[in-house]
């Protein structure tokens, strides 16, 4: 249960630090050119371009977890096609070196006074901010969560703690209903929560369990998938494999003593309907992060107000916004990250000559929809929904290349390229061509 409880956290702890930076704790007063509020891939990636652009000694970086994880490959983690371990590194060994590491908890943004204070009581002073702090998990929006994850059957993939609770449940099924939930909010990867039901759907039929199998997708969203020329291929496929998908129906409890999810229609609201599981997967409840959200900085409904063309902030031009934080209207994705990361370096890079940033984000974002053990959909789109494909294929239909670049090649670009500031760009799969995967 203890570790239940630090759901609600990002990361866990545990990992010495390493001798290839510096770290910091509580001092009276610290001052940089260039500070970075968290280490995530947004946060890791721009805090070694700006490296590049201030000098390592004039960039700082706050982040209290002791560990950095590849998110996307938490699917496969979920369906045991990866193990959790390769999905993880110490944040010591992904932190540009030279770059001050900041180990401590943001609790407060002035943006006024261009001031950040730490949980510890550091107060840090800065001429420009990154902010890059990802989003909140809310499985306590849910009844019974998240103690329900204490008993069996039950997982999500969206939490270090949980990913193997998943891949557990599905190991462990016999017979009856899988159930496969989607939260009315927005989502990180809002592909994921059919993902893992595609995969789960594999494995049964793997071992030979699928007859006895009821896979049934709760959905609060009135689509399948947000882009139309994707969501057809998905429909197909759905009939194909015989699962059941219900529209606008948003989970609310689970009994995780009983085995029951109930889950309440969207359109008719106080309706609710209880279904038995023999398998749960939760995708939590999500929010802007609380203290972007408790700051200047936030738009209304609490996410970081910026730009949608070149990523500074609305009202303050000295502050600039990357990743999961944002209100930026497209899809949050580690491929968003990625696309913006050289948007965004361009952008800061203007500003530092007071100029006028040149460059425009088109709301670039992708999805590999996975739809087995070997086969992926690559969805890629604008802020329009607009396909913006790199590939000279057709990607709505499954491709085993595709697999194999989710499962295989991103973690390689992602540890090797991303986070070093070296790869990203407006269409970041782009560079795979160049690699020879055609």
Same mark, same amino acid.
């Given at each position: 249960m203890a570790a239940l409880?630090?759901?609600?956290?990002?990361?866990?702890?545990?990992?010495?630090?390493?001798?290839?930076?510096?770290?910091?704790?509580? /001092?009276?007063?610290?001052?940089?050119?260039? #500070?970075? @509020?968290?280490?995530g891939s947004g946060g890791i990636s721009m805090s070694a371009r700006m490296k590049r652009m201030f000098g390592a000694g004039n960039v700082a970086v706050v982040e209290p977890s002791e560990m950095h994880f590849y998110q996307p490959i938490w699917t496969l983690v979920g369906a045991g096609a990866k193990t959790l371990?390769?999905?993880?590194r110490s944040t010591a060994s992904v932190m540009p070196s030279g770059v001050k590491w900041v180990k401590s908890k943001v609790?407060?943004?002035?943006?006024?006074?261009?001031?950040?204070?730490?949980?510890?009581g550091t107060?840090? /002073?800065?001429?420009?901010?990154?902010?890059? #702090?990802? @989003?909140?998990?809310?499985?306590e929006k849910i009844k019974g969560l998240p103690e329900g994850f204490d008993h069996p059957k039950i997982g999500s993939n969206y939490s270090v703690e949980t990913v193997g609770k998943t891949w557990k449940a599905l190991q462990d099924f016999k017979e009856g209903n899988a159930v496969f939930t989607f939260p009315n909010t927005p989502v990180k990867c809002a592909g994921a929560p059919q993902k893992i039901m595609y995969l789960t759907d594999a494995y049964l039929r793997k071992t030979g369990k699928r007859a006895k199998a009821n896979i049934i997708y709760n959905t609060s969203l009135p689509v399948l998938f947000g882009i139309k020329k994707y969501a057809d291929s998905l429909w197909e496929i759905v009939k194909q494999r015989d699962l059941q998908i219900n529209m606008r129906q948003n989970l609310i409890e689970v009994r995780a003593d009983k085995q029951e999810a109930v889950f309440e229609n969207l359109d008719k609201p106080g309706e609710t309907k209880v279904f038995q599981y023999e398998m749960l997967h939760v995708t939590p409840p999500m929010g802007p992060n609380l203290?972007?959200?408790?700051?200047?900085?936030?738009?209304?409904?609490?996410?970081?107000?910026i730009s949608k063309d070149n990523l500074q902030h609305n009202r303050y031009p000295n502050v600039f916004g990357i990743g999961d934080c944002t209100n930026l209207p497209t899809a949050k994705t580690g491929a968003a990250v990625a696309a913006q990361s050289a948007i965004l370096n361009r952008t800061i890079s203007r500003v530092l000559k007071n100029e006028k940033p040149d460059r425009t984000y088109d709301g670039y974002t992708s999805c590999p929809l996975v739809t087995?053990?070997?086969?992926v959909i690559l969805a890629e789109f604008d802020y329009n929904g607009q396909p913006l494909e790199t590939f000279p294929v057709n990607q709505a239909k499954e491709s085993r290349i595709m697999y194999h670049m989710k499962a295989d090649v991103m973690p390689h670009l992602y540890w090797h390229g991303l986070l070093r500031g070296l790869w990203g760009g407006p269409a970041p799969y782009r560079k795979l061509l160049h690699l020879?995967?055609?």
């Open positions: 409880r630090r759901l609600r956290q990002c990361h866990p702890t545990g990992i010495p630090l390493s001798q290839f930076h510096t770290s910091s704790h509580a /001092s009276a007063k610290q001052h940089y050119k260039m #500070l970075v @509020l968290g280490g371990t390769s999905s993880g609790q407060e943004i002035n943006p006024d006074k261009n001031t950040v204070l730490t949980d510890d107060e840090i /002073s800065y001429e420009y901010l990154i902010v890059a #702090l990802g @989003l909140q998990l809310h499985f203290v972007v959200k408790g700051s200047q900085l936030a738009d209304e409904v609490g996410w970081l107000d087995s053990y070997n086969t020879g995967m055609k």
